[in-house]
C-alpha cells in the first residue's frame, strides 16, 4: 500500500508541476523590455508574474475590466484609485472644487492603464502645489499614504474594488484560481516602503486563499 502511495504521488506530482501553462513564463528580449518592467521569465522557482504580456496582466489595477462599486461605475481599478484624487460632485463645499483639473472625476473614472495613471500625475502636481493630501472616497476624505488610518482605509476600499472585479469579469476567477498555489508578483517595480494597498498581488493571493487554501502548502 505504501508503494503504491509513493508510486502514485511521484506520478502525479509532475503532472501538477506542468499544470500552468508555459506562456505564464514566455522568455521576452531584455531589449524589448520597458523601464519598469519585470518580464515573466524573471520569475522564481513557485512564482508568476502578472506580465501584461501574458493573459495574466488582466490582474494589473491597469486592465480594462469594468465594474460597479457601490453604485458606480468604473472602467479600471486604476480608474478608480487615481480619480479618488480629484474633486467629487456630490460632496458639498469639496475644497479641491476651486482649483483647476485637467480632467472630471467621472472622466478618470471612465480611464484604464496608462491614461488613468497620467491623470493621477496630473493630479499628484496639483496636489503637490496646493499642499494636498487627502483623497475622498463617499463622503470621507483621508491621507492613503499615512501608514495609518488612512491607508488602512484605502486597502479596504482596493480590495473590495478588486473582489468585484473578480466578480464581475467573466471567468477571472477561473483563471485566478488556475494559478493555484503559484505566488503572484508584480511585473514593475514596487517600492519595500509603500502601503499594503499598492500590493495589488499580495490581495489577490488572500482573496485566492479564501476559495483555494494554499498556506499550509507553502
Known amino acids: 500500500m505504501k508503494i503504491l502511495l509513493f508510486l502514485s504521488l511521484f506520478i502525479t506530482t509532475p503532472l501538477l508541476a506542468q499544470s500552468y501553462p508555459q506562456e505564464w513564463w514566455v522568455s521576452i528580449p531584455r531589449d524589448q523590455a ?47 484609485w487615481q480619480a479618488l484624487k480629484y474633486p467629487d460632485p456630490s460632496i458639498p463645499n469639496d475644497p479641491r472644487a476651486k482649483l483647476v483639473w485637467p480632467h472630471t472625476r467621472a472622466e478618470v473614472m471612465a480611464m484604464v492603464a496608462f491614461d488613468a495613471k497620467r491623470a493621477g500625475n496630473e493630479a499628484n502636481l496639483i496636489y503637490k502645489a496646493n499642499n494636498l493630501k487627502e483623497v475622498s472616497y463617499g463622503q470621507d476624505f483621508f491621507d492613503y499614504n499615512d501608514f495609518a488610518a488612512g491607508s488602512e482605509k484605502h486597502l479596504k476600499i482596493i480590495t473590495r474594488a478588486l473582489r468585484a472585479k473578480l466578480d464581475q469579469t467573466p471567468g477571472l476567477w477561473d483563471l485566478l484560481l488556475k494559478t493555484g498555489c503559484l505566488i503572484l508578483k508584480p511585473d514593475h517595480t514596487e517600492s519595500g516602503n509603500s502601503p499594503a494597498s499598492y500590493r495589488y498581488f499580495d490581495i489577490y493571493m488572500k482573496l485566492r486563499e479564501e476559495r483555494q487554501p494554499c498556506s499550509s502548502s507553502r
Open 34 to 80: 520597458a523601464s519598469w518592467e519585470i518580464l515573466p521569465q524573471d520569475a522564481a522557482a513557485g512564482e508568476v508574474i502578472l506580465s501584461k504580456r501574458t493573459e495574466l496582466g488582466i490582474f494589473s489595477n491597469f486592465g480594462a475590466t469594468p465594474f460597479e462599486l457601490d453604485g458606480l461605475h468604473y472602467a479600471s481599478v486604476e480608474g478608480l
